[in-house]
């Protein structure tokens, strides 16, 4: 978490997101919703805190808000990418911007402020002729 850095968020496989407190001494876990697909990877945002995305292997991302409670719903979910998206980042310095990148092959900014027919804005696309291994936001 880039504030609270007791907290720990991890995805997996199984679809499931948690949130782990470090602090506690049983390491409980709050799980989010479960996702129709294996989970690649997860970004808290740095600007609303309480917020992470989660990036599946079917190109969708979810959005959650941690006030929402264990087994909550994303409050937003949408398509970003046709193959599976192993990357992905909330801009630290720029509110609502989260970038993708997918297997294929294409790299997305999306400005999260604004929705256009139930999902984000996509604000820049670039096709890049690189090798899957070498996609990453970090």
């Not at 992470?52 to 719903?73: L, P, Q």
Request: aromatic share 8%.
């Amino acid at each position: 978490h880039p504030f609270e850095h007791n907290l720990l968020l991890s995805a997996s496989f199984d679809g499931v997101a948690a949130v782990v407190d470090c602090r506690t001494s049983n390491g409980s876990a709050i799980s989010f919703s479960k996702s129709t697909s294996p989970i690649g990877s997860c970004s808290w945002c740095y600007t609303t805190p309480t917020v992470f995305a989660c990036a599946s292997e079917d190109g969708r991302v979810s959005c959650y808000d941690v006030r929402a409670g264990a087994s909550s719903k994303p409050f937003l979910a949408f398509e970003a990418h046709e193959k599976d998206v192993p990357a992905l980042s909330f801009s630290p310095g720029v509110p609502g911007m989260l970038v993708t990148a997918s297997l294929d092959k294409h790299v997305r900014v999306w400005d999260m402020s604004t929705t256009v027919d139930g999902r984000p804005a996509c604000a820049a696309e670039k096709a890049l002729k690189v090798c899957d291994a070498f996609l990453s936001c970090a």
